[in-house]
């Protein structure tokens, strides 16, 4: 896509989302949000506008109305699409599956139609390393064999699959499946970044909540397992790399017609307890921690090749740990101190 196109962004005021649209807006493309705020914030659009010193379009509403995705697509001129909206919870996905195979495959397929309708057909997928399921090697590349845990992963290897369908029954779709690893950090302003109403599953926001002090400790879950401290390793990934991954994304669109899955992390491990360290560093406390049981259905070893996204988008994660962790803290802070 060139820059001064018109993107639409669903789910666009949510975590990754309104990272993307900060990075999209500072690139010159005009930026359409489409949000149904039911896990992000109304108030995330005044602080991109802040941030950026740019307008944003809004449209609320659900990616199931496809009659008013649609009319977004027609009125807002847009010329691709970033598709973030979704549910992401694997525990509450495996509470409530209904639930996530409405919102996300059956929320992709009313997307797909509106797209159709309006003619546009360029989309980038946010996919996730999920779908590789339990690793058979290290680092996982895009060939590794995928599968799912759990039904939020089925949602997203489905979609993956419709999509590698619509791209062989249409030779004009251009389609690109984002496969993020671990997102964390937040922009260096301090005004986005993933504050969960709910009490975090995910780690990077439950050390956060532990170092302002709204949590008493953290639960480490196992340090048995085959890794250099026992904790488990992930690919954490800076929000804002994972943003320029995204607009690295839309630019390849420009000139690759068909469907292909791209890893987006930075091709490291680091352990629990590193993360507790950096985090430490960066907050200037200490945080304390127990060690408890393994969590059902955790991998000791997560990590990407990242090597395709270097050769097919130019991109690479830019940002250390350090920055992952001071961006983070920094958003924590102004979180709490506004709450
Ligand atoms: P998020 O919950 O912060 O953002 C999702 C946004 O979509 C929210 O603003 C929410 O209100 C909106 N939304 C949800 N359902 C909707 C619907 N039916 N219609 C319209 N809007 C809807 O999540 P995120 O972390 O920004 O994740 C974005 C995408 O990336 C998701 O698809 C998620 O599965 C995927 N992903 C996230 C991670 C991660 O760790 N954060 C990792 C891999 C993949
Ligand atoms: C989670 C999701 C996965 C998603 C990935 C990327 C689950 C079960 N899986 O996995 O689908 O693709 O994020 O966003 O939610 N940890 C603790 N204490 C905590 C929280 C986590 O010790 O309170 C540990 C975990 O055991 C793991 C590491 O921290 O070793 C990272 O956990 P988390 O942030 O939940 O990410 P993933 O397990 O990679």
Redesign the pocket.
Known sequence: MQKGNNILL??G?????SHTAVVLADAGYGVTL???????SRSVIQNLQTITGQRFNLVE????DTATLERALREHDIEAVIH?????AVGESVEKPVEYFD?NVV?TVSLLKAMHCAGIRNLVF?????VYGQPHYLPIDESHPTSATNPYGRT?LHIEELLADLARSDSSQRILCLR?F??VGAHESGLIG?DPNDIPN?LMPYIARVASGRLPHLNVFGDDYDTPDGTGVRDYIHVMDLADGHLAGLMHLQKSTGWQAINLGTGKGFSVLEMVRAFEQACGRPIPYQITDRRAGDIATCYAKADKAWQHLGWRAERTLEEMCTSAWRFTQRAVSSA
Do not use: C, H, Q
């Open positions: 669903t789910g005021a949510g975590y990754i989302g489409y949000d149904n705020f039911s896990n992000s509403g659900d990616v199931r973030f909206a979704g549910l992401k919102n929320g946010s996919s996730s390393a999920t997203k993020y671990n997102p993933e995910n």
